[in-house]
């Protein structure tokens, strides 16, 4: 059974700092890139970054650049977003999912149906 289970959501202020985590289990993580996307209330589930496997190729929405970071440890089937100088308007429940697909570019880092494996999110909480 495929699993992926976010981490390291938090409540914290503006120009704060988390760290993400995405631990995977039941699946050849190095087969799959990973995405971390985010829905905050009332609105659909946006793509926030994603990391190839095949090279370590990283992609951000404009939202986050600068501003996010995302990796990978292929050794540990985890990818991490770290983020930092958070925003109120980044507040959502974060979700990382597997891509069908080791690889990825901008154009397509944001097709939630290029991927098939979810897990359950983490909440963070900006305030101002």
């Known amino acids: 059974e495929v699993q992926l289970q976010a981490s390291g959501g938090g409540s914290v202020q503006a120009g704060g700092s988390l760290r993400l985590s995405c631990a995977a289990s039941g699946l050849s993580f190095d087969d799959h890139a990973i995405g971390w996307f985010r829905q905050a209330p009332g609105k659909e589930r946006e793509g926030v970054s994603c990391?190839?496997?095949?090279?370590?190729?990283?992609y951000y929405a404009d939202s986050v650049k600068g501003r996010f970071t995302v990796s990978r440890d292929n050794a540990k089937s985890a990818a991490y977003l770290q983020m930092i100088n958070l925003k109120p308007e980044d507040t959502a429940v974060y979700y990382c999912a597997a891509n069908r697909a080791p690889y990825i570019n901008q154009a397509n880092m944001a097709n939630i149906e290029d991927y098939n494996s979810w897990g359950q999110g983490t909440l963070v909480t900006v305030s101002s």
């Open positions: 990391i190839s496997s095949s090279d370590g190729s990283t």
